[in-house]
Each structure stands twice: as structure tokens, then as C-alpha cells.
């Protein structure tokens, strides 16, 4: 069985560079999530797809960010010129609803580090 | 920003014993949702219960919701050990005109079962 895998699991970077991260949903869900949280905190959404459309992004978004999903399969999360401040879990999620969010199949998130 | 607020935010019981959590919301939802984290891990979703249900049980877990009240109940019988995470409710609202639904999860509740 193919859960919603996310990879890496942990990067640490040095402020200043860019990092991606890649989600890839459980098959034919599609919706997919973006989260972020951090300690002690519950998920803030980010932004969300459904199939390769991106509908919906959170103010927290800055310019800085960026996520696609090409042909509506996997995704990726790019945070250029990553500050100390970025330092969170990112967690992507998926799911079938028609029409609202319904349940969210969550990966095991990527923890960032910027230093 | 965070529309539900779960309370308490720790709990430490004897394992056996029932734990009971809260969450409070802000605006009206289509649903609110229970989900669960081990530290470190992705979120896993434990019951959903529709603005329209006051009532809903999975197994060991049993959720109420009073509209009303804008408050939401979630009690895990005979704890065990392996209950130990942290728990998270979260409100699906509707925004942005028909069919944009967000969900928006609480800082959540800490629990911890001593065995």
C-alpha cells in the first residue's frame, strides 16, 4: 500500500539557499495540501491543488515560495532564499473528496532546518 | 490563524482511565475533524462529524459536537499506553464563495497515558 510519501524526511541548509521538497499523494486523490507546523503549534495551511490547478494559497505564502503540480501526480514545495524563520515540519496531505476537503491522508512531513 | 482551540493543552492520565479533550471554534463549520500525532509524525485522521450530526463513535473514541456552543468533545475510553500523542481537531469552512472549504486545525491537545 502507497501512502502519501514525502521526501526528504529531514533537510538542514544553511540561510540564504533553496530547498525543494516533493510530495507524491496517494494515487488518483486529487487534492493535495500543503501544511506547515511548527513546535507546539497545530498545521497552517499553505496552499492547496486540485489535480495540476492550484486553487487555493495561504497569506503565509510569501514570494519566497512556490509549489507546483505538473501532471496533477506529485508535487513539489520550493522555498528560495530560506530563512532561520522557515524552520518547520512541511506536511502534505491528500485526499478523494469531490467536493469539499473531507479526510486528509498525511505523509510523514519534511522537517527543515535553516541555520 | 487558527479558528479551533483545543483544551486542556496537556493531559496525563493512568492508562485505563477515559481522556477527555476539547475544542472550541470560532465560525460556522461543515464539519469538524479529529486527528492524531505521534511526535515526529504525519497526522492521522481518527472521525469526522458533520454540522449536522450531534454524535459519533469509532471503536474506543466517541465525538460530540454542539453547534450551538461552537465546541466539539472528543473521549478516548480505557486509555492505553500507545494513546500517548497529541490530538488535533479541525474545522472545514466554507470561503470564498461556493465550493472553497479550508480546514483549519487547533494547536491541539498534548496526552500523555502512564501505564
Known amino acids: 500500500d502507497t501512502g502519501v510519501s514525502q521526501d526528504p524526511r529531514h533537510k538542514i541548509t544553511k540561510r540564504g539557499q533553496n530547498v525543494t521538497f516533493r510530495c507524491d499523494p496517494i494515487s488518483e486523490h486529487n487534492r493535495l495540501y500543503w501544511y506547515r507546523q511548527t513546535l507546539g503549534q497545530g498545521p497552517e495551511f499553505l496552499t492547496y491543488?486540485?489535480?495540476?490547478?492550484?486553487?487555493?494559497k495561504s497569506r503565509l505564502l510569501s514570494d519566497r515560495f512556490s509549489a507546483e503540480r505538473p501532471k496533477g501526480s506529485f508535487s513539489t514545495l520550493e522555498i528560495q532564499r530560506t530563512e532561520q524563520g522557515d524552520s518547520a515540519m512541511y506536511l502534505c496531505?491528500?485526499?478523494?473528496?469531490?467536493?469539499?476537503?473531507?479526510?486528509?491522508?498525511f505523509g510523514e512531513g519534511s522537517r527543515l532546518t535553516v541555520l | 490563524s487558527q479558528q479551533g482551540e483545543e483544551d486542556p493543552q496537556a493531559l496525563s492520565i493512568q492508562e485505563g482511565e477515559n481522556a477527555t479533550m476539547n475544542c472550541s471554534y470560532k465560525t460556522s463549520i461543515n464539519n469538524l475533524q479529529w486527528y492524531r500525532q505521534n511526535s515526529g509524525r504525519g497526522l492521522v485522521h481518527l472521525i469526522l462529524i458533520r454540522s449536522n450530526e450531534r454524535e459519533k463513535h469509532s471503536g474506543r473514541l466517541r465525538v460530540t459536537l454542539d453547534t450551538s456552543k461552537k465546541s466539539s468533545s472528543l473521549l478516548i475510553t480505557a486509555s492505553r499506553a500507545a494513546d500517548t500523542a497529541s490530538y488535533f481537531c479541525?474545522?472545514?469552512?466554507?470561503?470564498?464563495?461556493?465550493?472553497?472549504?479550508?480546514?483549519?486545525f487547533g494547536k491541539g491537545t498534548k496526552l500523555s497515558v502512564i501505564p
Open positions: 479541525a474545522t472545514e469552512i466554507s470561503y470564498s464563495g461556493a465550493g472553497s472549504y479550508q480546514l483549519t
Open positions: 491543488f486540485q489535480n495540476e490547478a492550484q486553487l487555493e
Open positions: 496531505a491528500s485526499s478523494s473528496s469531490p467536493l469539499n476537503t473531507g479526510e486528509l491522508f
